[in-house]
């Protein structure tokens, strides 16, 4: 038996997320599909890094599956295109140890929203951006995302119906540039709670506008109020860009 750790990259609009659900198409079911038809394995199963939502998309999903098929670690990349529709591709696959879990063992994880700014939509850019027509100020939502650095309880920034304890989180880094039509945020922490990043980004948008005075995002933090903070934006414009463990992208790469 040995365990494989892949980089996967989709375009998470067909599929209802990451996450295998009974009556609904997921990336995790077509993955766990194709590597059945390829290993011959009835029971194999996915572990994936970041259970990314229903139209969102992935650059550098990281999971992991134990097999006991003979084929070389590598050659899994090279093997599973033709198994998988277009919208799922894997980047890189190889042998890991046997302890090594894609979701437990991530150290620090990159998501980029992308707002497309401009009167107009755009037809090429609509499922990998969030359309908005009102003028941004880059600036502003810029220095408004700094309050997010730092170890904070970010409560406020969890969708109603989660279920997670523990509700304090570490970020990084965060920003937001402005390219031609395309305002950019990215941002990178220990972790992130259910819908936290599209909060942000809604947060951002109506800031942006003039719609919410500055200092949203330090008042939230402050009085523990979803109601201090904007609405959830869209799905489509947010992207997992990266996961990083312990030593590095490839501190799993042995044997």
């Given at each position: 038996m040995?365990r ?7 375009d ?23 590597l059945?038809k ?11 890094a970041?259970r990314t939502?229903a139209?969102v998309?992935?650059?550098?999903q990281n999971?992991?599956f ?48 992308v ?7 755009s ?10 027509m ?16 730092g170890t904070?309880?970010?409560a ?18 965060a ?42 995002i330090?008042r ?13 934006a ?13 030593n ?8």
């Amino acid at each position: 038996m040995r365990r494989i750790r892949m980089i996967v990259e989709y375009d998470g609009t067909a599929y209802s997320g990451w996450q295998r659900q009974a009556n609904a198409v997921s990336v995790q079911e077509k993955l766990e599909e194709a590597l059945r038809k390829l290993t011959g394995e009835k029971e194999l199963f996915v572990v994936g890094a970041s259970r990314t939502d229903a139209g969102v998309h992935a650059f550098s999903q990281n999971v992991h599956f134990d097999t006991n098929c003979r084929i070389p670690a590598d050659k899994f990349a090279y093997a599973l295109p033709a198994l998988l529709p277009e919208d799922i591709r894997v980047r890189a696959s190889f042998r890991v140890r046997d302890d090594f879990h894609a979701r437990f063992h991530a150290k620090r994880k990159q998501y980029r929203y992308v707002f497309y700014n401009s009167p107009h939509a755009s037809a090429m850019y609509r499922n990998l951006s969030a359309h908005v027509m009102y003028p941004l100020d880059e600036e502003a939502m810029n220095r408004e995302v700094k309050s997010m650095i730092g170890t904070h309880d970010f409560a406020p920034f969890a969708a109603s119906g989660s279920e997670v304890k523990d509700t304090t989180r570490t970020i990084y880094s965060a920003g937001v540039k402005r390219d031609g039509d395309f305002v950019v945020l990215t941002v990178e922490g220990n972790g992130f709670l259910y819908n936290m990043v599209r909060i942000l980004a809604g947060t951002l948008i109506h800031v942006g506008c003039g719609k919410l005075e500055k200092g949203a995002i330090a008042r939230a933090l402050t009085s523990m109020s979803r109601l201090d903070l904007g609405v959830t934006a869209p799905a489509r414009g947010l992207t997992l860009m990266r996961i990083d463990y312990e030593n590095g992208d490839a501190v799993e790469d042995v044997l």
